[in-house]
C-alpha cells in the first residue's frame, strides 16, 4: 500500500515566521511530488511541483525534495493571516501518473 | 492552466435517486479525474476518465454506481446513482495538460447533500 503521510496539525506559526510543512512517502520510485493548499469550502489549489532532489523557490514558497530519505517539505516564509489553510501533500510515479494525496497539514497563521 | 467548470456547485437530494455532475475545460486535455473529498478528510480518487476509452476506476468504486462519460477532450460526467447519506461529500473534476506526470488542477468542486 502505497501511502504519503503528513502531521495533520494544527501548525500555529505568528505572522511573519517560516511555516514549514512536512510529507513522507512509501513508495521510492514515486517521481513527481506537488503541494496544493485547500481553503476551508474551497478546491484545492496548485502551490509548487518539484521533481528533482533540492530546492524549488517561487515566490515565498519553497519546495524541498530528499528522495533518499522519502520526503518533500514545503517552506512558507513571511507567513500571513491569508496562508491559513490545509496544505495537501500529493505524490506520483512508481509507474502511475495517479496522485496519493497525503492527509494534509492545517496550517494557522496567528496575526 | 485550463479554467475547468464544475456544475452543480452544489445540491441537495433525496436517497434513491441520481445526479449528474458536469465538468468542462476550456482547452483540450488529456486526462481527467474525478475524486470525492469527505467532510474533513483528504482526497480520493474515484476512477480516471480517457476520451474514447473506459473509465478506470480505483478499488471501492464500481461503474454501476459511479458510471463516468468522456465524450470529448474537452467534458466528462460523472453520475452519482441510488444516493444513500453515505454519498454526502464534496465531487472534484481535475484535469492535466499535458503528461502523466504534469500537475493536476481542480475544479470548484459539487458539495452533495443526500437526505
Known amino acids: 500500500q502505497k501511502e504519503v503521510e503528513q502531521n495533520s496539525g494544527p501548525l500555529s506559526v505568528p505572522e511573519g515566521a517560516i511555516a514549514s510543512l512536512n510529507c513522507t512517502y512509501s513508495?521510492?520510485?514515486?517521481?513527481?511530488f506537488f503541494w496544493y493548499r485547500q481553503y476551508s469550502g474551497k478546491s484545492p489549489e496548485l502551490i509548487m511541483f518539484?521533481?528533482?532532489?533540492g530546492d524549488k523557490e517561487d515566490g515565498r514558497f519553497t519546495a524541498q525534495l530528499n528522495k533518499a530519505s522519502q520526503y518533500v517539505s514545503l517552506l512558507i516564509r513571511d507567513s500571513q493571516p491569508s496562508d491559513s489553510a490545509t496544505y495537501l501533500c500529493?505524490?506520483?510515479?512508481?509507474?502511475?501518473?495517479?496522485?496519493?494525496f497525503g492527509t494534509g497539514t492545517r496550517l494557522k497563521v496567528l496575526a | 492552466s485550463a479554467v475547468i467548470s464544475q456544475k452543480p456547485s452544489r445540491d441537495i437530494c433525496q436517497r434513491g435517486t441520481s445526479l449528474t455532475i458536469q465538468c468542462q475545460v476550456d482547452?483540450?486535455?488529456?486526462?481527467m479525474f474525478w475524486y470525492r473529498q469527505q467532510p474533513g478528510q483528504s482526497l480520493t480518487l474515484i476512477a480516471t476518465?480517457?476520451?474514447?476509452?473506459?473509465?478506470?476506476?480505483e478499488s471501492g468504486f464500481v461503474i454501476d454506481k459511479f458510471p463516468i462519460s468522456r465524450p470529448n477532450l474537452t467534458f466528462s460526467t460523472l453520475t452519482v446513482s441510488n444516493m444513500s447519506p453515505e454519498d454526502s461529500s464534496i465531487y472534484l473534476c481535475?484535469?492535466?495538460?499535458?503528461?502523466?506526470?504534469?500537475?493536476?488542477?481542480f475544479g470548484d468542486g459539487t458539495r452533495l447533500s443526500i437526505l
Open positions: 481535475s484535469v492535466t495538460e499535458g503528461g502523466g506526470n504534469q500537475p493536476q488542477h
Open positions: 513508495d521510492r520510485g514515486s517521481q513527481s
Open positions: 518539484i521533481y528533482s532532489n
Open positions: 500529493a505524490v506520483t510515479g512508481g509507474g502511475t501518473y495517479k496522485y496519493i
Open positions: 482547452s483540450q486535455v488529456t486526462m
Open positions: 476518465a480517457n476520451q474514447g476509452s473506459e473509465a478506470t476506476y
